[in-house]
């Protein structure tokens, strides 16, 4: 029997469920592709300290080795199956293509995948060394807590203001992540909110909101956010914006939502295989149709200081 899914003759098309297709995070990382092995690393050169030589004559030359800090990303695999029975085929051949919903919707499972795999490199441990064993961390002068008010003092938590905004651009500002050299390399800043993030900001714009420092910026006398034809936040305080609903909670505090702010430069995302399908009969189950998919990938960030958590109030 034909699943009540399926459309009758006259039907033209199915309608996918609502889901997120594309991905989100991918245009926000340094992305390579056709990667091999177990493993890949990416070499940091550390910085280094020159000597003064005033009033010195024929003194020993001092020869320094470059530090370096190896990073690791290991591939993290996957695969997706769904089928068609062989008799489905030929009775919808008529009206629809099965086969067109089916890659699909492995294709939207990808990139909701892909964004996954980003926000763990983006926010998760890392792992660093001679084998990549030794986690790393997010330092703390990289989190804006989640009371944080300029003044200082608070207890009570919030959501994301414009001041931890600020905040966090200052750490990336004071840490040389974002000065002036990155922004001549063409280096950007990328964030990212959640949709109630985003509408306590444009709440803010709204002046419904006692930040004086808020309303001052979201005037037109100086610099308020940058609106998509839909009414979304895509730039604002230098910052492009990414809305998703699958940025996670703070580890071991479900009341604490992360948000971010990093260069476009802090996050590797490599692919060992990009989605690759492959369509295939299966003899065991009378001739149906199977589409298979499968893909590898993983992120790591390039420093952990390009990057600052945002902790906001998951319930605001």
Avoid at 80 to 93: C, H, K, R, V, Y
Wanted: proline share 4%; net charge negative.
């Amino acid at each position: 029997m034909i699943p009540d899914h399926f459309t009758i003759q006259f039907g033209r098309n199915f309608t996918a469920a609502v889901q997120q297709t594309q991905s989100r995070f991918r245009k926000a990382a340094v992305v390579e592709t056709g990667c091999t092995g177990e493993a890949k690393t990416h070499n940091l050169v550390l910085p280094i300290h020159d000597s003064e030589t005033t009033g010195e004559r024929l003194a020993q030359t001092l020869l320094q080795e470059l530090d370096t800090q190896k990073r690791w990303v290991r591939p993290q695999t996957f695969d997706l199956a769904t089928g068609e029975p062989f008799w489905d085929e030929i009775m919808l051949a008529p009206a629809i293509l099965p086969g067109g919903k089916h890659l699909e919707a492995h294709l939207g499972a990808y990139n909701r995948r892909v964004d996954r795999v980003f926000i763990d490199g983006l926010f998760g441990t890392n792992y660093i060394g001679k084998n990549g064993t030794t986690a790393s961390e997010i330092p703390a002068e990289n989190v804006v807590g989640v009371a944080f008010t300029p003044e200082g003092g608070s207890t009570d938590p919030t959501g994301l203001t414009v001041d931890k905004i600020i905040h966090a651009k200052r750490i990336l500002t004071k840490n040389e992540s974002y000065g002036d050299d990155a922004r001549a390399r063409g280096v950007q800043l990328w964030g990212a909110m959640t949709p109630e993030m985003e509408e306590r900001l444009l709440f803010l714009a709204n002046g419904t909101t006692s930040s004086a420092a808020a309303n001052r910026l979201f005037s037109r006398d100086y610099m308020p956010p940058t609106l998509d034809k839909d009414g979304n936040i895509s730039f604002f305080l230098g910052v492009n914006w990414i809305r998703s609903t699958q940025l996670p909670l703070k580890p071991g505090d479900d009341e604490v939502q992360y948000s971010g702010i990093w260069t476009s430069d802090a996050v590797h995302l490599d692919f060992w295989k990009e989605i690759q399908t492959s369509v295939d009969r299966r003899a065991d189950l009378k001739n149906a149709a199977q589409f298979f998919s499968q893909y590898g990938l993983g992120a790591c960030r390039s420093e952990d200081k390009k990057v600052v958590i945002i902790e906001c109030d998951a319930e605001v």
